[in-house]
């Protein structure tokens, strides 16, 4: 039995006595916990592939913040990995593929399914340590990038404003795109089940780059795997579907009936009530640069934000947290949701 059940329960659709809060990217990013570890190491990679070290820096937020949730420390940037893309953390600036997907032949030579994500051994080891340690205070979260997503970096090769070398692909060569997102699909389904069966409580799916597509593409390329994904875990434990930028989708993203959907900051509440209806539990969607303000200005947008949403809410951020977000800023948002009753 989880011993703070607030996440869990507000997923249930039942009535609770607050919202939940936890932080997309709560983990590394602001703490300075997080930093000392990560500057004594050699690098990302190193951190990610340790699995005492994943436990680490996945419970240091829940101690220093006081979060309703836990999100294990790894990257979505594992799957293209243990299919064979291996990628570096190039400091201050991000991802960077050495080797990108360019041809059919670049495709078949991916591994995938579960021959690929039996790899990940350190994901699973990380998390059955994370769950033991964190002795049931709060659920673990596990996600995965949406296909979409990891075929940006995997094509591209690195960060993009516009990741116009993987759109190129979309409307170029279709049937190659569809071949590789299947492929990422089918892997991330085995990765999930496997995450699922050490540990995780809940299953987010990220799909940072949703808003650089239009309705139509999204509709083709990017909907029917994340359905996909929903259906295979959804049977097992709650998911959130976050697609950024997909206000355009929010009813398809609905119809697959996720248990929760993630707003981006971008994305009004009160447009979000009058499409998804009164009932459909939603997470977000403060604009992570508002932790910047004052904490009376901080306070008062979080109990606003609650407020406008009405119930069936677990509160975070529309995108991950800033690197240089002021600590005490992050945790006034905390408190100021922790101190509200419905
Ligand atoms: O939420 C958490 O705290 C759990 C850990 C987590 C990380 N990455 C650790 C990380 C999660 C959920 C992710 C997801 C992720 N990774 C996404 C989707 C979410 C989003 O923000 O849109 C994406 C697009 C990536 C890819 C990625 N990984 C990028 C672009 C970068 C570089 C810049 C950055 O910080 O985002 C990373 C590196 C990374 N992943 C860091 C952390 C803590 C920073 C690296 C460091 O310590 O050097």
Request: charged residues 20%.
């Amino acid at each position: 039995m989880i011993k703070n059940d607030l996440l869990l329960r507000t997923i249930a659709g039942e009535k609770v006595e607050r919202p939940p809060v936890w932080l997309m990217r709560q983990a590394g990013r602001i703490l300075p916990q997080y930093r000392a570890i990560r500057s004594s190491l050699s690098g990302f990679i190193e951190l990610v592939t340790t699995p005492e070290l994943v436990r680490e820096v996945t419970i240091q937020p829940v101690d220093e913040l006081g979060v309703d949730a836990a999100i294990i420390f790894s990257d979505i940037l594992v799957i293209p990995e243990c299919m064979g893309l291996e990628y570096e953390m190039v400091e201050k600036k991000g991802p960077y593929f050495p080797a990108t997907i360019q041809s059919e032949a670049d495709i078949d030579k991916l591994d995938s399914g579960s021959a690929a994500a039996d790899k990940l051994s350190y994901v699973y080891q990380g998390l059955s340590l994370t769950k033991e340690a964190l002795d049931e205070r709060v659920p673990l979260i596990g996600f995965a990038g949406a296909p979409w997503t990891l075929m940006c970096y995997m094509v591209e090769g690195s960060g993009s404003k516009t990741f116009s070398k993987p759109k190129r692909m979309l409307y170029q060569e279709p049937e190659l795109a569809h071949k590789l997102l299947s492929k990422i699909t089918d892997t991330t389904i085995a990765y999930l089940k496997q995450k699922v069966a050490h540990g995780a409580d809940v299953i987010q799916i990220f799909d940072s780059w949703a808003g650089v597509l239009d309705e139509h593409t999204y509709k083709t390329f990017c909907i029917p795997y994340i359905r996909k994904m929903v259906e295979a875990i959804n049977p097992l434990v709650p998911t959130i579907v976050f697609s950024k930028g997909a206000w355009f989708s929010l009813p398809e993203i609905q119809a697959m009936s996720p248990n929760v959907i993630g707003v981006d900051w971008n994305t009004d509440m009160s447009y979000i009530r009058k499409v998804l209806g009164p009932d459909q539990v939603v997470q977000g969607n403060l604009d992570p640069c508002v932790l910047y303000a004052s904490h009376k200005e901080i306070e008062a947008q979080a109990i606003n934000l609650i407020n406008k949403v009405g119930g069936n809410h677990i509160v975070n951020l529309g995108h991950g947290v800033y690197p240089d977000t002021p600590l005490d800023g992050v945790k006034a948002f905390v408190n100021a949701v922790k101190g509200y009753r419905y």
